[in-house]
Nanobody, 122 residues
């Protein structure tokens, strides 16, 4: 079973930006929606953003709306999560996964990657 691969995490100061990438096969990108989730120590994994497999429709959590953007160029490209105006509360491990179901429910997702750490310092 394909495991998605996240990259692009790191340490950044508050107010800064990072771009995460989620790499999947063309088949996965063509038939599955891709979602980003995050999990801080001691907390549940929560929805951040997702892009439908049609490549056009997106969903973004209220907590990051206006600061984070999810996109991809085509079915062959990674799914990007552009994060701007980062806050210390954005610090978490970020994961991507695939779904054919509702975009905001982590229980609908599979093919989870190992995650990439994002740390925002004050």
């Amino acid at each position: 079973q394909e495991q998605l691969v996240e990259s692009g995490g790191g340490l950044v100061q508050a107010g800064g930006s990072l771009r995460l990438a989620c790499t999947a096969s063309v088949r996965t990108n063509s038939w599955y929606s891709i979602g980003w989730f995050r999990q801080a120590p001691g907390q549940e994994r929560t929805f951040v953003a997702a892009i439908h497999y049609n490549g056009r429709d997106t969903a973004v959590a209220e907590s990051v709306k206006g600061r984070f953007t999810i996109s991809r160029y085509n079915a062959k490209s990674p799914v990007y999560l552009q994060m701007s105006s980062l806050k210390t509360e954005d610090t978490a491990r970020y994961y991507c996964a695939a779904t054919r179901g509702a975009l905001r429910d982590p229980g609908n997702y599979h093919n989870w990657g190992q995650g990439t750490q994002v740390t925002v310092s004050s």
